[in-house]
Structures are given as structure tokens and as C-alpha cells.
């Protein structure tokens, strides 16, 4: 986990690379889409420079000279380190915004017209890298969500991260992810999840102007509407839109919060990202560059961290970038000055955003972004002072002068609405609360967005009500100069025709004239658009103030047909968006290029990642991993050590890298984890159970007298043939489902037992990894692979009297990744098998679970070196379990140091075992080779279950009851030697 001291706002700054994504995300956020050649080259040697080792980056550089000669890198692109992802997202950006050039030499050039198009796009979509980390993505939510079947891929630049629900489809920018890094990354998609699980309805106040708005657009489709109406019109979608400024600020508090809580199950530092996208990629990097270059204090500081990590180049393009957006605010801050009151309206419009953004930021100040002090507030561009419960427009500077301290009660009581025990940030459901089921969850969640809902507009009418009453009449103001305008324009079209006409030059109509502020093609604010994307500043900066020029006016160029009064006739006026009915409605629609349906699952990602790397689902494994290495740190050097690019890692190697991060092993190890899943759904195939569906074969009465097997279309097809007279025969009656039996695949059980001796721990393969890192790797691999067949997979680690369950289904991922991690040294014990048997065979007679339901095999195998201490008594208890059940197997699985070594205590245990049937007689797997195991021991599995002639599944009541049996039995068992 990341050092919370990391994640402040002035400790990313001073990270190596900040200052480089801030760069790119100006660029990329720019409205001249620009980036030359003369500039990459100069932005990459200024990044080099601050690498401690550049070996890595250099080969990176090679590769991308071959791109800008013929489009595609000559070897696979290597991502997996923070510095060469920043290197590739700006060569494609370059290539981007000089399409027009590159196109003209490559081969598919003159085909080419979007950088997804090109070779070097599809490169680094399909880089080994690139696939494991969608599959983390994938893993994550799959975690959260409990939606194994959620498409993901990468999207175009400028998609941003969203998670589309009626689809089930997760949209990554891959452009986005590269700049701001991997890591970071997921804490925006998570965000964004965040949004899709929360965010389920607007205040009462936005939906009830969303129904005034459908009314008066309803009436305008069928007619015209009169200029009250229209005004009307333009004023609440204004309103609409000041309102949603609050409300995405306020929900932004939520998800952010939720992302955070992933923490808890997902063993990553989500706080961590999220604080450094802010910083980055979000503009508040730039708010705080932008106060810390008036303190003179701070400027000292700033040109030591620049000096240390850039060159002079690079803070010349930085300082460029914030003057282009003070550039920007200014020419914002004199349009609406060009207004009447003119002072009133552009600090109204400030204070009304300087709101916004304390909203926005509270949840960062819970997170360590920055200090909770006037300063630490102004390093956000947020002024505290002006955080004041409305009483009047004059009255809210009150402490300007230093009289009052801070914080003021009513900028705490902000606070308290936004992040307090009860306040925004933390009225969302537990997620233990999802395992009581959906409909309680969904209502559960409605409770709480309802909840903050009354909270938003209780911040809005003590903190924004004044200031928006002020803007709004401004919005006023302009519709009625627009009017004024259309008239004055109709006016002098009159005379000018009645002066043509006396000419003799009737029949010609009068051009309208152009627009005020507001025609159709400015860009204005669109109900609904609260998402940041790159492209479009984050709050507080110069596109978010509030122009009542455009306020709610759409952007597409439509119009709407208005009666003006005074014999002025019927005129066309620019049309407003119709705000969205529920906030999932307002998502981009961002699959017009085909990205949605080219999303593949977890599953499907994992697949095709096995057969990229050539393993056969039936055969041995070859040891061939597709993880990238280790979790990239945003310090230059850090991560992959393989600089080819991020060829595959072998079991060995995995097993003595940092275990710390229990999703990223997992995504290390997606090679083998799809090639076991295939391998045990094959197993699972071969145990079914009977059950029924409806039939589309009819019937004419209903069993069980079941009225619910009513075939609708059916039924309607009988009465419509009686009411027209036609005559009914006997298929006709035939309305009612029937049952039909199936067979399915049925679940099964697996248990993983580890030897947790001493000698485990040692080096018996010399100076690779222990026999225990290998079986705890074997243990993750199965039980990660069974997740996606629906089987249950318990890992134990047994060697004394109190053997412990590390994973049993259900656990939450990260507590595994602790046990996991703690497990590694092992118990230091001795080899006492029984122990660890009755324990786990307790555990199985306890189950939770649908009694009901079906169930197949239980498998156990122990993974050891070969000895075991208690060879009588563990005799005894596996006799006593198998006797006891017949859908219990038991195995043994042994790494030895060469074949030539004899385990006799295992093999004596294995052929002392009273088996009742072939596919009970206990096996013994022995593996020289380390990486084999895994696959080993699904092979063995496999091979008993062919072993079974039929199987008939039972119910996993009758399962348990054996167990009971069984467990009782060993209890009674007096202990050897007591």
C-alpha cells in the first residue's frame, strides 16, 4: 500500500513524472489539437533524463522511429513501466495530429483516417501487457459487481472510463490510461463504477423541472409556443444546469468514496489514484501550480522540484499551459462582463463555482490531498471565505479582513453536509449488504441517494439559492434581448419589403439576420454533460463558469418555433436539451466506433490469452506465464524488469516476486489460471445433474394445475380466433408450458491442503522458489480458476493441531492476498496430516449454502515434499471420510528434487486407504518440475472423474449430513498415543 504521506497534492507534484502528464494532459485537453515532431522529441529527451536507468526507454525509442517509417513497431511495445507508457502516449498523440503526414508513407496509409485505424494502435492493444491489465480491470469489477458476463475494451482517445449498464459494457480510455498511468487509472474507473451503483436518481427539484421542460418541448412539437412559455423554457433549463453543477460535485463525493472502499476487498490503494488523477489529470495540478506561483514561499520550491526532475524546456510548456488558461478565464471573465451589472454577475459566478468546488474537494481533504487549513484550501483555488450561508450578496465576505478564524461555522457545516459521519460521502450501502440479494441492495441504495438528494438541496438553498437567483436573471436578460432582436430584425425586414415592393421587386423575402449570444453552433452548457472528460476542464476552470449566454441552449443547432408578440410573426429560436430522466440515461453514448461490441468478458480475455501464448487447454503446462511483472511505481526504473517488452514469467519467477498485491499476482498468472478453468469445466462437464426447464412443447392442461405455465401468444392466438369466428381445433387448446428435463454441469468442491512444515521453507530446488511458494501459487491458481465455473475451492495449510483455513469461497480477495502473504514463511511445524483432514471436514459439514441445491465431487488434495509424522492416524481419517461419503476423492500431490527419491510415507498412507470405488483410491502426483503442478493435479482430477462410470449429483444437504457423519466419527477416534 501506498504511504498516505504520498498522497498529497504537493508530494505528487514533487514525484519525476507529474510534471510530463501534466504536460501531455494539456496537451490533450487543448483545443488546437497540436503536437510536432520538433516537440515530441523534445518533451522524450527531457524525459529520459530524469531516468536513473533509461536502458529500458532507449529500446522504446528504437521501436517508435520504426512506427513513424512504416506505422507498426518491428517487436511487441513494451508498457509495463510508468515511463514508457507516458513514452507511447505521446507518440500516439503525435501520430494523431499528424495523420495527415504519416498516412502518405505507410502502406495502409491512404486508408487511414483515425489513429485507432492504424497498425500501432492494434499494437498496443494487443501487447501481453495491455491484455492483463484489461483482465485486472476485469477482475476488479467483476469483484465488485458480481457480473462475471461485464464486456470491457479499450477505448478510442478522449472516451474517457464509463461503465454503460444496459449493456454491461466497461468502456478504459487507453490514451488516458497510458498518460496518467495503469495504476492510477483504475481509481477513474472505479469512479465511475462508483457512479453506476450509486448515482440512481436527481434531486426532486431537477426531476420536477425535467417534467416542465417534456411539457412545454411536447407543446412546441405540436405547435408553437408563446414567449412567456419559451422564456419559461430557457430559464428552467438553465436552472437544470446550475443545479446538476451541484449535484455531480455532490455524487462525486459518493463514488469517490466508494472507490476508496474497494480498498477493503481489492488490495490496491484506491485513495492513492484517486488523489494523483486528480492532481494530474483532473486540473487541480494546475490550480495549485497556478497559487503556488503568487506565494513567494512556494516559488523557490517549485523551481527546485522543476530543476530536479525537468528541464527548462518542459517548465517553459508548463508555465504556457497555465497561462493559457488564465488567457482563457480572463476572456470568460470579460464576456460576461460585456453584460449588464456586469461586476455582480462574474463574482457571483465565482462564488457560485468557488461552492462547487469545496463540495468537489471535500471528500480530497478527507483524503490527504492537501491540509485542512485556509492555505491548504487555496492551494485548490478554493477560498474558504467565501463559503458563507446566504443572507445577502454583500454580506458573504465577511472575514476577508482577518476577522474571523478559521474555519467559519458555516464553512464546517459545508463539510459536515459533504463529508461528515452522515453527510454525502458516506450515505451508501456496505457492500457486505450486496450478499442479502438484489432487490434488498437496489432499495437500499434508492434509500441512500434519496438521502443525499434532501442533503444537496438543503446545500443549495442555504449556500447557492442567492447566487443562482442572480445568474438566472441574467439568463432572463438575455432571452428577452434575444426576443427584442428577432423583432427589431422582423421590423426592419418589414420596411425593407414594402420599399422593394413599391420598386417593383415584390416577392423577395428578407435574410434573417444573424443571432445574439446564443445562436445555434456556440457552445454552450448541456443539461446532463457533467462527466469529465479529457477535452474539457475539470471544475473551477474557465469552462465551467456559468455564461448566462449560453445557459441551457443545445448545442446541435436545433431550434424552436416561437409566436412573438406585437404582429412580429411566428420566429425560429435556439432549442434546449432535454435533460435526462435518470442519471444512467445521461452516460455518453460512446459506441458509434464499434468498441462495445468488439468487448470481451473475463473469461473470454483469459481464453484468448491462453491460446495467444500457445498452451493446449489437455496438455502439460509449459511454464510460460503472461503477467507483466511487478505493479509499476511512479518512480522511473520501476516495475518489468524484462525489457523485451514484458515477456512471459515462469511459476518460479512469480513465486519470489512481491506477493504484496494479491490482484496483480493474480493477473500474473492469467496464463495458467485460464488453462486450469478450461481444464476443470471440462471436469465439471462430467459430473451433471437432472433438472427441469419449461418446454416449448404445449399442452392442453396445466400440470400441477399451474396456471403460471400460461403461453401467452399462445392464448392470445385462441381468442383472437374465437372473436373473428374461426374455427378452433385441438393444437388451439393447447396453451401450457410442460416440463422437460436437462442435464447441467453441477458444482463441485475442491480442497487444496498445503504443507506448512519446515521443510517446505527450505531451497530444495536451490536457488529458486521454496516448495511452499510453489504449492501457495498452485493453491491461488485453482482457486481463482474454479471461481469461474462456480465451484468452491477451500485452501488449508496443515503440519500441526491447529492447521489454518487460508480461503474458503466467499472470502474477500484481499483478506486471502494477508493470508497469503502471511502463509509464505510457512508454520515452521511438523507434518501431522489429521489434524488439518478433521478440521477441514468440520468446515465442509458447516457450509452455508441452498441446502437444496446440487452438488458434485468434493476433491482434496495435499500438496508436500512428501512426509507426513501422523501416517497411522491420517490413515485413519481419510478411511473414515471416504467410507463415510462416496463423493469425497483424496489425493497427494509431491514436489520432489528429482524422481529418484522414494516418499514412502505418503505412498504406505496412499495404499493403506480402504477405497470403496476406482475413483476413491488415492493417488500420489509426483512433479520435478515446479511449473507442472498446477496442471498436475487438474490432470488427476480429470483422470477420476473418467474413472466414474455415472454420477448421479445429490443435494448438498445430503453432502453436508455426511459430513456431520464423518466429523463426528474423527472426534470420537481416540488420539494415538493419548
Not at 88 to 110: C, E, K, M, S, V
Not at 673 to 701: F, N, P, W
Not at 846 to 859: D, I, L, M, R
Not at 867 to 877: C, K, L, R
Amino acid at each position: 500500500m501506498q504511504d498516505r504521506a504520498d498522497h498529497t497534492l504537493l508530494s505528487i507534484l514533487e514525484q519525476n513524472l507529474t510534471p510530463f502528464r501534466l504536460f501531455m494532459v494539456g496537451k490533450l485537453r487543448a483545443e488546437d489539437k497540436e503536437f510536432s515532431e520538433s516537440e515530441l522529441r523534445q518533451f522524450l529527451k527531457e524525459l529520459e533524463n530524469t531516468l536513473p536507468d533509461a536502458r529500458y526507454f532507449r529500446d522504446e525509442l528504437k521501436k517508435m522511429e520504426r512506427v513513424f517509417e512504416t506505422g507498426e513497431a518491428e517487436d511487441e511495445p513494451d508498457i509495463s513501466r510508468p515511463e514508457t507508457q507516458l513514452l507511447w502516449a505521446a507518440a500516439l498523440f503525435h501520430i494523431q495530429t499528424n495523420l495527415d503526414i504519416y498516412n502518405r508513407n505507410w502502406i495502409d496509409g491512404p486508408a487511414i483516417y483515425d489513429l485507432t485505424d492504424t497498425l500501432i494502435w492494434e499494437q498496443i492493444q494487443d501487447t501481453r501487457y495491455a491484455k492483463v491489465e484489461l483482465m485486472q480491470h476485469a477482475y476488479y469489477v467483476a469483484e465488485s459487481l458480481r457480473r462475471p458476463d461485464t464486456k470491457f475494451s479499450w477505448g478510442p482517445p478522449g472516451s474517457w472510463f464509463f461503465f454503460h449498464p444496459e449493456d454491461n459494457y466497461i468502456n478504459v480510455d487507453l490514451m488516458m490510461s497510458l498518460t496518467a498511468g495503469f495504476e492510477h487509472a483504475r481509481g477513474a474507473l472505479f469512479h465511475e463504477v462508483g457512479h453506476s451503483q450509486l448515482t440512481t436518481n436527481f434531486p426532486p427539484r431537477q426531476q420536477a423541472i425535467r417534467e416542465e421542460m417534456e411539457a412545454l418541448q411536447g407543446k412546441a412539437n405540436s405547435g408553437t409556443l408563446n414567449e412567456v412559455e419559451y422564456k419559461t423554457l430557457r430559464m428552467l433549463a438553465a436552472e437544470w444546469q446550475l443545479r446538476h453543477k451541484l449535484f455531480d460535485a455532490a455524487e462525486n463525493d459518493c463514488v469517490n468514496r466508494y472507490a476508496v472502499n474497494m480498498e477493503r476487498r481489492l488490495a490496491q490503494s484506491y485513495s492513492y489514484a484517486l488523489n494523483n488523477m486528480t492532481t494530474t489529470i483532473s486540473g487541480f495540478g494546475d490550480q495549485t501550480l497556478s497559487q503556488i506561483k503568487k506565494k513567494k514561499p512556494y516559488k523557490g520550491w517549485l523551481r527546485g522540484v522543476f530543476a530536479r526532475n525537468t528541464g527548462v524546456w518542459i517548465q517553459e510548456q508548463i508555465d504556457g499551459t497555465l497561462q493559457k488558461e488564465q488567457d482563457a478565464w480572463e476572456e470568460q471573465r470579460k464576456k460576461i462582463e460585456a453584460h449588464p451589472d456586469a461586476k455582480l454577475t462574474y463574482e457571483t459566478n465565482q462564488r457560485f463555482i468557488n461552492i462547487i468546488n469545496a463540495v468537489n474537494l471535500t471528500f480530497f481533504k478527507n483524503n490527504n490531498l492537501f491540509e485542512d487549513t485556509q492555505d491548504g484550501w487555496q492551494q485548490t483555488g478554493v477560498r474558504a471565505e467565501w463559503v458563507r450561508k446566504i443572507k445577502a450578496l454583500q454580506g458573504a465576505n465577511d472575514n476577508e479582513g482577518g476577522e474571523a478564524v478559521f474555519p467559519h461555522p458555516d464553512f464546517s457545516y459545508l463539510l459536515e453536509l459533504c463529508g461528515g459521519p452522515e453527510g454525502l460521502e458516506h450515505l451508501q450501502p456496505e457492500l457486505r449488504e450486496r450478499g442479502k440479494g438484489s432487490d434488498y441492495f437496489n432499495k437500499l441504495t434508492d434509500s441512500y441517494a434519496d438521502r443525499r438528494n434532501k442533503i444537496i438541496e438543503e446545500i443549495w438553498d442555504l449556500y447557492l439559492a442567492d447566487y443562482a437567483a442572480i445568474l438566472l436573471s441574467q439568463v432572463e436578460e438575455q432571452v428577452d434581448q434575444e426576443i427584442e432582436k428577432q423583432k427589431e430584425q422582423q421590423q426592419g425586414q418589414e420596411g425593407q419589403e414594402e420599399k422593394e415592393g413599391q420598386e417593383g421587386q415584390e416577392g423577395q423575402e428578407g435574410q434573417e439576420g444573424q443571432q445574439g449570444p446564443g445562436q445555434p453552433g456556440e457552445s454552450g452548457g448541456q443539461p446532463g454533460s457533467g462527466k469529465p472528460q479529457p477535452g474539457k476542464p475539470s471544475p473551477g476552470q474557465p469552462g465551467d463558469q456559468f455564461d448566462p449566454a449560453q445557459a441551457g441552449v443545445n448545442k446541435e443547432g436545433r431550434e424552436i418555433d416561437v409566436d412573438m408578440e406585437g404582429n412580429a410573426g411566428s420566429k425560429d429560436m435556439p432549442d434546449v436539451d432535454l435533460p435526462p430522466e435518470k442519471p444512467e440515461n445521461s452516460i455518453p453514448d460512446q459506441k458509434n466506433d464499434g468498441q462495445g461490441e468488439d468487448g470481451k468478458t473475463l473469461q473470454e480475455m483469459l481464453d484468448e490469452l491462453a491460446e495467444q501464448e500457445g498452451q493446449e487447454a489437455d496438455g502439460p503446462a509449459e511454464g510460460q506465464m503472461p503477467g507483466e511483472g511487478d505493479q509499476p511505481s511512479d518512480q522511473p526504473g520501476g516495475g518489468n524488469e524484462a525489457g523485451s517488452g514484458g515477456a512471459g514469467k515462469t511459476l518460479e519467477e512469480i513465486a519470489q516476486s512481491d506477493w504484496d498485491d494479491y490482484p496483480t499476482i493474480v493477473a500474473q498468472l492469467a496464463g495458467p489460471i485460464a488453462q486450469v478453468a478450461r481444464m476443470l469445466k471440462k471436469v465439471q462437464e462430467r459430473q451433471l445433474e437432472t433438472a427441469q426447464k419449461r418446454s416449448l412443447k404445449l399442452e392442453t392442461l396445466p400440470e400441477a394445475n399451474d396456471l403460471d405455465r400460461l403461453d401467452g401468444e399462445a392464448h392470445r392466438n385462441l381468442v383472437l380466433k374465437k372473436v373473428t369466428g374461426q374455427r378452433i381445433e385441438e393444437r388451439d387448446l393447447r396453451r401450457f408450458q410442460k416440463n422437460e428435463e436437462y442435464q447441467k454441469p453441477t458444482q463441485l468442491d475442491i480442497v487444496i491442503q498445503i504443507d506448512g512444515s519446515g521443510s517446505m521453507d527450505s531451497h530444495v530446488f536451490g536457488s529458486g522458489p521454496t516448495p511452499l511458494e510453489i504449492a501457495l501459487l498452485s493453491g491461488t491458481i485453482l482457486y481463482e480458476a474454479a471461481k469461474t465455473i462456480d465451484a468452491n475451492v477451500y485452501i488449508t495449510m496443515w503440519g500441526n493441531d491447529n492447521p489454518i483455513i487460508l480461503a474458503k469461497p466467499g472470502d474477500d480477495p484481499r483478506v486471502i492476498g494477508k493470508n497469503i502473504v502471511k502463509a509464505r514463511k510457512g508454520m515452521g511445524s511438523g507434518t501431522d496430516l489429521a489434524p488439518s483432514i478433521r478440521k477441514i471436514t468440520k468446515q465442509m459439514a458447516e457450509q452455508k449454502g441452498n441446502g437444496s441445491a446440487f452438488c458434485g465431487f468434493t476433491h482434496m488434495f495435499v500438496l508436500s515434499d512428501g512426509d507426513i509424522f501422523d501416517a497411522e492416524e491420517a490413515t485413519e481419517a481419510i478411511n473414515i471420510l471416504l467410507a463415510t461419503s462416496k463423493h469425497v476423492t483424496f489425493d497427494f500431490a509431491v514436489m520432489k528434487r528429482s524422481m529418484h527419491i522414494s516418499d514412502v510415507a505418503m505412498e504406505e498412507v496412499a495404499a493403506a486407504v480402504k477405497s470403496r470405488a476406482s475413483s476413491q483410491r488415492v493417488g500420489v502426483v509426483a512433479e520435478t518440475d515446479v511449473n507442472k503442478i498446477p496442471l498436475a493435479i487438474v490432470a488427476a482430477l480429470f483422470e477420476k472423474i473418467r474413472l466414474c462410470q455415472s454420477f448421479v449429483a445429490v443435494p448438498r444437504s445430503k453432502k453436508k449430513q455426511e459430513f456431520r457423519r464423518a466429523s463426528i466419527r474423527m472426534e470420537s477416534k481416540p488420539k494415538l498415543g493419548s
